[in-house]
């Protein structure tokens, strides 16, 4: 049994980005599957926000996925994710923190909409949200990403950081929901997604997410 226990489930986002980094940093894990909202006395005792994802350390609890990928570097810290050079660094943790926000609002809906919405709630997708999402709220999101991202290796600088794990997992989200940036409005972007989405690392997590999915009962059939 592995010393490090992930609370909660692999579709979810930011459960998703602890997960690429620990397979970054090669660390075997448990995972305890935990939806988001649970509001159980039992989880409220180590995530107060009752919201996922939770890592547990030999007894150890912290919640949040940015201040987790913290302590994973600091415990872990021979493939680092953060950049030596300080604006480097602040510019990584900026595009995790903005990945997590506006980005993942916009890919979290599509996915809700276009893979949850029959597959688990048993309804039909709410189809005016996802219009709002495609035409008014994403696309400047994906403006800005443009802008931002290098056209060629990874998110910025030469090797892999948090930046890369925050927008990675939300446009494997975006997936779930049949959406993937446009190369011609967005070329540089639309290339990084394609490389990230082809990295090992992902390809086994989106693999692993597809066996999770199926024991949770929602399928993408």
């Known amino acids: 049994m592995a010393n490090l226990k992930v609370h909660g489930v692999s579709l979810s986002p930011f459960v998703r980005k602890v997960l690429f980094a620990l397979a970054y940093k090669e660390q075997p894990y448990d995972q305890v599957n935990v939806f988001p909202g649970d509001t159980s006395d039992e989880f409220a005792a180590i995530s107060p926000l009752n919201k996922i994802p939770v890592l547990e350390d030999d007894g150890f609890t912290i919640p949040d996925s940015s201040i987790i990928l913290r302590y994973l570097e600091a415990k872990f810290p021979e493939k680092p994710l953060y950049p030596a050079d300080p604006q480097q660094q602040a510019r990584a943790c900026w595009l995790e923190e903005y990945a997590d926000t506006k980005l993942t609002e916009c890919c979290a809906g599509l996915f809700r909409e276009r893979f949850l ?22 696309p400047p999101v994906l403006d800005y990403l443009e802008s931002v991202v290098q056209a060629e290796g990874f998110f910025l600088g ?3 950081t948090v930046a890369d794990l925050g927008v990675t997992s939300a446009f494997c989200a975006a997936s779930y929901g049949d959406f993937q940036p446009d190369a011609k409005s967005h070329p540089k972007l639309a290339g990084y997604v ?3 989405m082809e990295s090992p690392i992902v390809v086994e997590r989106m693999a692993e997410e597809q066996k999770a999915a199926a024991s949770l009962g929602v399928s993408s059939q």
């Open 117 to 138: 919405a029959r597959a688990f709630f048993k309804r039909e997708p709410d189809e005016a949200l996802i219009k709002t999402i495609l035409t008014e709220t994403l």
């Open 158 to 160: 030469d090797h892999l």
């Open 194 to 196: 394609a490389r990230a």
